[in-house]
């Protein structure tokens, strides 16, 4: 059976724009619609053909009396089962009513590609962006000026492509203005697995950007609070956002996409939202809602659980409690959202906008849990960057703790608050407490990458790397995309010695994904432990690491040279990186040095010493009784 590409019926008369694409870019071409809309031009794309329409006839009649066509040209649409697509152009072309536009960095066919096409990959539906008015160009000077912005008129149907297949029941229910249709589900083990990609803000103001986000982002969060589903990471969900959805799904390795955009008025809010089979690019469902801005946390958890419920989870009364929004104050959200993502810049400017973004959200909500949370995680890091004396670092650490401290105490059962609490008790060397604390995180309901990977690491440090590598590994299947799971994954390995696997998975990475290879450290590491001194010194100079460079030095019987770099890294470092002068200190073979500095490294509460377990650099002291004495000092149990 052939496969059709899809488009939506908003009119039934003749329409300005008739827009030709194939179904698996039906959200990224959604954006084109609504602004062309908002621009007054009626606009056919047959996403509801009527169940009882003769659709090939709809179709050829809306092309035959449709003013312009525009065309998408993708990866896709080019391809094999773009032959509709093809077709629809050439009758346009005939007609002299076509024009292109490219969704991907594509040629079009042959015969197509004398009009100069506009890309808009990347483009999110902003009315004022350049490559829109150019395409607006085309249309008024083809079908004249828009009329008044116009509306889409819901049409009750299916998607082609299930009629094709033999005809699929439909169950239609009307929800506010919107409706919503949802098709068989699949089975439960079938549907657990979901990505839920970033919300295309069409309000043509870039500074309702974060809005969006934060929408996808609360409804994210909310998913993964239900047990039994997997929810995509947050990172590698926006790595995929100019993905169709098939494409990203199988990126993700997930089985379901939502994705959804919205347009803001100061009067109204318009937030659409569809859930996509990933394997095969058609609708599960989709919802469209119109409603005041107020109304914005409602309609959040409203379509989380319209989520849940078309992928066949059942919910317990605990489950339904998790589907309520973390915060009642949207523009609170939309700052976190914000601050969030500026952090991964990992500057100190940016910790220091996001610590005022942090705290203009709490102050709209001072019960905001998260907030708190990612608090402590900036303060945490604005400390790493900027504290020159250990006494400072440690003042920042103890402001991070007392907000992790009030994250768990607004948001108890919050997993993210827990496991931020943890690791606050880790940088302070409390590893009984921040063990307690990951416990607990990992106990709660739910499934968030973060959670996962800091109880790995967690786990790691205590020795216990079976458990450690599972728990990053679940991480990883969530958040592919995300470099940060890859380290975890690499720096877990290293420390249960699995030395040749770390360096095999890591030399793949840098080979065929080398935007993900962020770790040239740990590969140096653990070059080192296989002696392979040639490949772990272009390792080291990499990661621009003079410790790594020092203990390069020492293990191969450069004493002077280790010497010399170590002095570097005291210049450098003054009374900050105690724990490492140990580690070259026990590879020189001077105990008395060695436990010296890890001493200091115990007064100024290093926190390297949370590797002082697991560390094989560390080998040459474990045979001595002040080695337990420290660990057992840390706080690791026995």
């Given amino acids: 059976m052939f496969k059709r590409h899809a488009r939506f019926a908003l009119v039934s008369r003749a329409t300005d724009v008739f827009i030709s694409y194939k179904a698996e870019d039906r959200r990224r071409i959604q954006p084109l619609v609504q602004a062309l809309q908002a621009d007054g031009y009626s606009v056919w794309w047959d996403q509801h053909i009527g169940t009882g329409d003769d659709w090939r006839q709809t179709i050829e009649r809306q092309l035959d009396v449709a003013k312009c066509v525009i065309v998408a040209w993708s990866r896709r649409s080019i391809g094999p089962e773009g032959r509709f697509v093809r077709d629809e152009a050439s009758r346009a072309q005939r007609r002299g009513i076509y024009v292109p536009v490219l969704l991907d960095p594509v040629e079009p066919p042959l015969g197509f590609g004398e009009s100069q096409a506009t890309l808009l990959r990347g483009w999110r539906g902003d009315r004022s962006d350049a490559r829109y008015q150019a395409i607006l160009a085309a249309v008024r000077r083809i079908a004249g000026e828009g009329g008044e912005p116009s509306q889409a008129v819901s049409k009750q149907g299916v998607d082609r492509r299930a009629l094709l297949a033999g005809g699929a029941a439909a169950t239609v229910a009307i929800a506010g203005v919107g409706a919503w249709v949802l098709l068989k589900p699949g089975s439960a083990g079938a549907s657990d697995s979901i990505a839920v990609l970033p919300f295309a803000n069409l309000s043509g103001d870039p500074e309702q950007a974060y809005f969006a986000a934060g929408i996808a982002g ?28 098939q494409t990203a799904a199988k990126k993700l390795g997930v089985v379901y996409i939502l994705t959804g955009n919205l347009r803001q008025t100061p009067s109204t809010i318009r937030i659409t939202a569809e859930l996509i089979d990933g394997r095969t690019g058609l609708a599960k469902w989709s ?17 989380a659980e319209k989520v849940v419920r078309a992928l066949a989870v ?5 489950a339904r409690q998790a589907l309520a929004a973390e915060t009642s104050n949207v523009a609170a959200q939309t700052l976190a959202f914000q601050a969030r993502d500026l ?26 849990g998260r907030a708190y949370a990612l608090k402590a995680f900036f303060t945490n890091n604005l400390a790493t960057l900027t504290a020159t004396t250990p006494a400072e670092l440690a003042r920042g650490r103890a402001q991070a703790l007392q907000f992790a401290q009030i994250a768990v105490s607004k948001a108890p059962d919050l997993p993210i608050a827990r496991s931020g609490l943890g690791v606050a008790y880790a940088l302070t060397l409390q590893v009984r407490k921040s063990l307690g604390e990951h416990e607990i995180a990992i106990s709660l309901p739910g499934s968030e990458p973060d959670v996962l990977r800091n109880y790995g690491y967690a786990m790691s440090s205590s020795v216990k790397p079976d458990v450690a590598l599972r728990y990053v590994d679940e991480a990883l299947a969530l958040d592919p995309l995300n ?31 080398p935007e993900l290879f962020k770790f040239p450290y740990f590969l140096g590491l653990a070059l080192l432990m296989l002696g392979r001194t040639k490949e772990a010194a272009l390792a080291f100079g990499e990661a621009q690491s003079i410790f790594g460079q020092a203990l390069l030095a020492a293990r191969t019987g450069s004493r002077d040279l280790a010497r010399t770099k170590l002095a570097e890294l005291r210049q450098r470092d003054g009374d900050m990186s105690n724990f490492q002068y140990g580690l070259i200190y026990a590879q020189l073979g001077d105990k008395e040095a060695a436990f010296a500095a890890l001493d200091r490294a115990w007064e100024v509460r290093d926190a390297g010493l949370l590797d002082v377990k697991a560390s094989p650099y560390l080998d040459p002291l474990r045979s001595d009784a002040r080695y337990a004495e420290l660990v057992r000092r840390v706080g690791f149990p026995a």
Wanted: with cysteine; charged share 25%.
């Fill in 218 to 245: 609360e409804i994210r969060n909310i998913l993964t609070r239900i047990a039994g589903l997997k929810v995509a990471g947050s990172t590698s969900s926006e790595a995929v956002r100019e993905d169709d959805a």
């Fill in 287 to 303: 919802q469209n809602y119109d409603r005041a801005p107020g109304d914005v946390i409602k309609i959040q958890s409203d379509i």
């Fill in 314 to 318: 059942a919910l317990s009364a605990t």
């Fill in 343 to 368: 952090s991964w810049q990992f500057t100190v400017p940016a910790f220091q906008r996001c610590l005022q973004l942090i705290d203009q959200a709490i102050s709209l909500d001072p019960n905001y």
């Fill in 483 to 513: 470099a940060g799971s890859h380290t975890a994954h690499v720096s877990v390995l290293f420390k249960a010695r699995r030395y040749e696997e770390a360096v095999r998975y890591s030399l793949k990475l840098k080979q065929e994904s």
